[in-house]
């Protein structure tokens, strides 16, 4: 999916059998890809979308380069359109079309595709048949499932037939490969397969070795369908349920609770070196200023994602919506959040920089009229409550900004690591001074637009005296005009910013004789 707002990346929360997977869609532009490090901070999988006409394009490749570099584990869907219609064209057969996707996949990712469901087609015509089972070795025709099993009576579970003739070959081949990627991670798929062969390997222990090898980005799994039609669609969820790690999975979220300043070094973080190490997609400020944030308070610990604990959460945006006015958005970290809860919102000063101990300087106490959750559409629905992982917009909540911890009054000191701030680096001047009128009011809408977007920054050149307006590119500051000029019929002015020059000696250095004279 893709969103031509300008909000910086969309919520979702659709539904996975008995869970819930909360889905972030990025902006694919250049312009806006400092805003992924946000996206990736309270993720814990990515899912990458291509289709076999394109393949793998330039604003893919560089999302995929940040991916790699936050550690998040990845899974492909190959998104074919409309296949219940696909033939024999000029372009070639479908087959091969997929055949491209893949090679491009490996190619421009760097990546090893293992392929789990593929498309198979009629040898002849072109039409499609169904999608290849490859762990199964068997053909499903729409509402495919991961790791389908035999049922009972001999006849397969979840629509599964046998394969055709004329895909038989191909399903070997995928499964092969399968066979020979994850057998380099798993020890129980080696021995599987140097004792009995691609044959003498079961599904079971090929879907325990994929967990492991997603986990690890050892291996790229990837899904053919169509999204259109809803073909492969459940075949993902299940993929992403059973295969990617959930929000409880890891050691929990970084936090200190005041007490004094920290030495370098002193927890289990493993020190600066480490923290910054976390930090390779974040500006250099920003990595400075969370690194003040770890001596500003005592030892780093985490905050495990239990229920059952104290409320804690931290804020990754904030937006405005017609009728509930300003919302907060909120990862939940631990406890079960519910509306009408008593918090305390300790700021983050700079918005993700430094962090006040024990609330000092925060936004005080306060309570959620409201919590709720974006539907597909981005239609707002009420929940009753929300545990750890789950993010979720709160109504009522005066004072926050992006980087805010929100937590309980038994642990009103708790500051949770602040989310990495993506500094623009396209700036301009923003001409003032004609109009004091004119001026306060537009200055009044480029904070409140700020507010919702962190990547937006106003400041003060010392030696110019200049007000610069930093955005992430040209296309970020033009829809940031394009609103003002829809919500507050406000031109924004823009002026090419001057540049202080210094001097200073090069060269040898000389020496010859001064006098100083005092009267």
Same mark, same amino acid.
């Given at each position: 999916?893709?969103?031509?707002?300008?909000?910086?990346?969309?919520?979702?929360?659709a539904?996975?059998g008995?869970e819930t997977?909360?889905?972030?869609?990025? %902006?694919?532009?250049?312009?806006?890809?400092p805003?992924?490090?946000t996206a990736?901070?309270?993720s814990t @999988?990515?899912?990458?979308v291509? !289709?076999?006409t394109?393949?793998?394009?330039?604003?893919?490749?560089?999302?995929?380069e940040?991916?790699?570099?936050a550690?998040?584990?990845?899974?492909?869907?190959?998104?074919?359109?409309?296949?219940?219609?696909?033939?024999?064209?000029a372009?070639?057969?479908?087959?091969?079309?997929?055949? @491209?996707?893949?090679?491009?996949?490996?190619a421009?990712?760097?990546?090893?595709?293992?392929?789990?469901?593929?498309?198979?087609?009629?040898?002849?015509?072109? @039409?499609?048949v169904?999608?290849?089972d490859?762990l199964a070795?068997?053909l499903?025709?729409?509402?495919?499932?991961f790791l389908?099993?035999?049922a009972?009576?001999?006849e397969?579970a979840? *629509?599964?037939? $046998?394969?055709p003739?004329?895909?038989v070959?191909?399903? @070997?081949?995928?499964?092969e490969h399968?066979v020979e990627?994850?057998?380099?991670?798993?020890?129980?798929?080696?021995?599987a397969y140097?004792d009995?062969?691609v044959? *003498?390997?079961?599904?079971?222990?090929?879907?325990?070795?994929?967990? !492991?090898?997603?986990?690890?980005?050892?291996v790229l799994?990837?899904?053919?369908?169509?999204a259109?039609e809803?073909?492969?669609?459940?075949a993902l969820?299940?993929l992403?349920?059973d295969c990617? $790690?959930?929000?409880?999975?890891?050691a929990?979220?970084?936090?200190? =609770?005041?007490?004094?300043?920290?030495e +370098?070094?002193?927890?289990?973080d493993?020190?600066?070196?480490a923290?910054?190490?976390?930090q390779?997609?974040?500006s250099g400020a920003d990595a400075?200023?969370?690194a003040a944030?770890?001596?500003a308070?005592?030892?780093?610990?985490h905050?495990? $994602?239990?229920?059952?604990?104290?409320?804690a959460?931290?804020v990754? *945006? #904030?937006s405005?919506?017609?009728? &509930?006015?300003?919302?907060?958005?909120?990862?939940?970290?631990?406890?079960t959040l519910? /509306?009408?809860? /008593?918090l305390?919102?300790?700021? +983050?000063?700079g918005?993700?920089?430094?962090?006040?101990?024990g609330g000092a300087g925060?936004?005080g106490?306060?309570?959620?009229?409201?919590?709720?959750?974006r539907?597909?559409?981005?239609?707002? =629905?009420e929940?009753? &409550?929300?545990?750890?992982?789950?993010?979720? %917009?709160?109504?009522?909540?005066?004072g926050?900004?992006?980087?805010?911890t929100? !937590?309980?009054?038994?642990?009103?000191?708790l500051?949770l690591?602040? #989310?990495?701030?993506?500094y623009?680096?396209?700036t301009f001047?923003?001409p003032?001074g004609d109009d004091?009128r004119a001026?306060?009011?537009l200055l009044r809408?480029?904070?409140?637009?700020? =507010?919702?977007?962190p990547?937006?920054?106003?400041?003060?050149?010392?030696e110019?005296?200049?007000?610069?307006?930093?955005?992430?590119?040209l296309l970020h500051?033009?829809?940031?005009?394009?609103? #003002?000029?829809a919500?507050a019929?406000?031109?924004?002015p823009?002026?090419?910013?001057?540049?202080a020059?210094h001097?200073t000696?090069t060269?040898?250095p000389?020496?010859?004789?001064g006098? #100083?004279? /005092?009267q």
């Amino acid at each position: 999916m893709s969103t031509s707002s300008w909000r910086a990346h969309l919520l979702l929360a659709a539904p996975c059998g008995l869970e819930t997977v909360n889905l972030i869609d990025t %902006c694919g532009h250049i312009d806006r890809l400092p805003l992924l490090a946000t996206a990736l901070a309270v993720s814990t @999988a990515s899912v990458f979308v291509t !289709t076999p006409t394109v393949g793998v394009d330039g604003a893919c490749k560089r999302v995929w380069e940040r991916v790699a570099d936050a550690g998040v584990p990845a899974v492909a869907f190959v998104n074919c359109f409309r296949l219940s219609e696909s033939a024999v064209e000029a372009g070639g057969h479908p087959a091969g079309r997929f055949a @491209a996707a893949l090679h491009s996949i490996e190619a421009s990712l760097g990546q090893l595709p293992v392929v789990l469901f593929a498309p198979t087609f009629d040898p002849d015509t072109g @039409a499609f048949v169904g999608l290849i089972d490859v762990l199964a070795g068997a053909l499903c025709r729409d509402a495919c499932r991961f790791l389908s099993a035999p049922a009972a009576d001999g006849e397969r579970a979840d *629509g599964l037939e $046998p394969l055709p003739p004329s895909a038989v070959a191909e399903a @070997a081949a995928y499964r092969e490969h399968a066979v020979e990627a994850l057998a380099d991670v798993d020890d129980a798929v080696m021995g599987a397969y140097l004792d009995g062969g691609v044959d *003498g390997v079961s599904a079971a222990a090929l879907a325990t070795a994929l967990r !492991t090898a997603v986990a690890s980005r050892s291996v790229l799994p990837v899904i053919a369908g169509s999204a259109a039609e809803g073909i492969g669609v459940r075949a993902l969820d299940d993929l992403l349920r059973d295969c990617t $790690p959930a929000f409880g999975d890891g050691a929990g979220w970084p936090a200190h =609770e005041g007490g004094g300043a920290a030495e +370098a070094g002193d927890d289990e973080d493993g020190g600066d070196d480490a923290y910054a190490a976390e930090q390779v997609y974040t500006s250099g400020a920003d990595a400075l200023a969370q690194a003040a944030w770890r001596r500003a308070g005592g030892p780093v610990s985490h905050v495990a $994602p239990d229920a059952t604990a104290p409320v804690a959460g931290i804020v990754y *945006g #904030l937006s405005l919506h017609a009728y &509930s006015g300003r919302l907060t958005e909120v990862l939940v970290v631990s406890g079960t959040l519910t /509306k009408h809860a /008593k918090l305390v919102l300790n700021t +983050a000063a700079g918005g993700g920089g430094a962090a006040t101990g024990g609330g000092a300087g925060g936004g005080g106490r306060v309570s959620p009229a409201r919590l709720l959750r974006r539907r597909p559409g981005g239609a707002l =629905e009420e929940v009753a &409550s929300a545990g750890p992982g789950e993010l979720v %917009c709160l109504e009522k909540i005066d004072g926050a900004a992006y980087g805010d911890t929100l !937590t309980c009054a038994e642990r009103s000191a708790l500051q949770l690591r602040p #989310l990495p701030r993506p500094y623009g680096r396209c700036t301009f001047t923003l001409p003032v001074g004609d109009d004091a009128r004119a001026d306060d009011k537009l200055l009044r809408a480029l904070g409140r637009v700020a =507010e919702e977007d962190p990547s937006l920054r106003l400041s003060r050149n010392e030696e110019t005296g200049e007000l610069l307006l930093s955005g992430t590119g040209l296309l970020h500051l033009g829809i940031v005009r394009e609103r #003002l000029a829809a919500e507050a019929k406000i031109d924004l002015p823009l002026a090419t910013p001057h540049v202080a020059y210094h001097e200073t000696l090069t060269g040898r250095p000389v020496r010859a004789p001064g006098r #100083l004279v /005092k009267q």
